[in-house]
């Protein structure tokens, strides 16, 4: 079982430029949540995709959007990047079931925007 | 929405002493309070979990602690040993909906041998 796979690992982008995340979920999950985490700071809730829709939002602007593919992998899309969203981008998937709570990381994505 | 607090930022402890950590959520609606540890460089992993029934859980040296009348819940590592030293995170979240985890800023553990 592969975990939780996300590419690249490591990008670096300049301001103004748009940028795609991608994230390949545990084997048999179908529930996959991204989230941003700063430089020494806890991960932010980005939003969560279930059955190719998003389901929640957290507090992110219009410029962060995502897709969830058929097969359950998703992706992380950021268009017109600001220095600020420099940051590790981490990729958690679940399973949709009664009582299943645990979520995988991946290992996360680190974007540098220059 | 959801806030967690996490205490203390940092925590310096001996080998073989007691670590505790604590947090407090704002939403009482959450229902479950996972624990991640991070090392440097690497995804956060999953320690422990505790949710809204169960008043405290262990598993070998980790344990958790929950009150729900006070929404506070803690983390606490007896025996530290120096591969305990990461940064560790707890989070809470309805897992009812669609459990998007809310986390605190996370307390940075060193563990001197």
Same mark, same amino acid.
């Given at each position: 079982?592969?975990?939780?796979?996300?590419?690249?690992?490591h990008?670096?982008?300049?301001r103004?430029?748009?940028?795609?995340?991608? *994230?390949?979920? #545990?084997?048999?999950?179908?529930?996959?949540?991204?989230y941003?985490?700063?430089?020494?700071q806890?991960?932010?809730?980005?939003?969560?995709?279930y059955?190719e829709?998003?389901?929640?939002?957290?507090?992110?602007?219009?410029?962060?959007?995502?897709?969830q593919?058929?097969?359950?992998?998703s992706?992380?899309?950021?268009?017109?990047?600001?220095?600020?969203?420099?940051?590790?981008y981490l990729?958690?998937?679940?399973?949709?079931?009664q /009582?299943n709570?645990?979520?995988f990381f991946?290992?996360g994505?680190?974007?540098?925007?220059? | 929405?959801?806030?967690?607090?996490?205490?203390?930022?940092?925590?310096?402890?001996?080998?073989g /002493?007691?670590?505790v950590?604590? *947090?407090?959520?704002s939403?009482?609606?959450s229902?479950?309070?996972?624990?991640?540890?991070?090392?440097?460089?690497?995804?956060p992993?999953?320690?422990?979990d505790?949710?809204?029934?169960?008043g405290?859980?262990? /598993?070998?040296r980790i344990?958790?602690?929950?009150?729900?009348?006070?929404?506070?819940?803690?983390?606490?590592?007896?025996?530290?040993?120096p591969?305990?030293?990461a940064?560790y995170f707890c989070a809470?979240?309805?897992?009812?909906?669609?459990? #998007?985890?809310?986390f605190?800023?996370?307390?940075?553990?060193?563990?001197?041998?």
């Amino acid at each position: 079982d592969a975990g939780v796979t996300q590419s690249p690992t490591h990008l670096i982008k300049t301001r103004g430029q748009q940028v795609t995340l991608r *994230c390949s979920p #545990k084997s048999g999950h179908d529930t996959v949540s991204w989230y941003q985490q700063a430089l020494g700071q806890g991960p932010q809730f980005i939003f969560q995709y279930y059955e190719e829709e998003e389901r929640q939002r957290g507090n992110f602007p219009d410029r962060f959007s995502g897709h969830q593919f058929p097969n359950y992998s998703s992706e992380l899309n950021v268009n017109a990047l600001l220095l600020g969203d420099s940051a590790l981008y981490l990729c958690a998937s679940s399973l949709e079931l009664q /009582d299943n709570t645990e979520a995988f990381f991946g290992q996360g994505t680190r974007l540098t925007v220059v | 929405g959801e806030n967690v607090e996490q205490h203390p930022s940092t925590l310096s402890v001996q080998e073989g /002493d007691s670590a505790v950590i604590k *947090c407090t959520y704002s939403d009482s609606a959450s229902n479950y309070f996972p624990w991640y540890k991070q090392e440097l460089g690497k995804r956060p992993q999953l320690i422990i979990d505790i949710r809204s029934n169960v008043g405290e859980k262990k /598993d070998q040296r980790i344990a958790v602690t929950l009150n729900k009348t006070a929404k506070h819940f803690s983390l606490h590592i007896t025996e530290t040993q120096p591969e305990d030293s990461a940064v560790y995170f707890c989070a809470a979240s309805n897992w009812e909906y669609g459990n #998007k985890l809310v986390f605190g800023a996370g307390t940075i553990l060193r563990v001197k041998s």
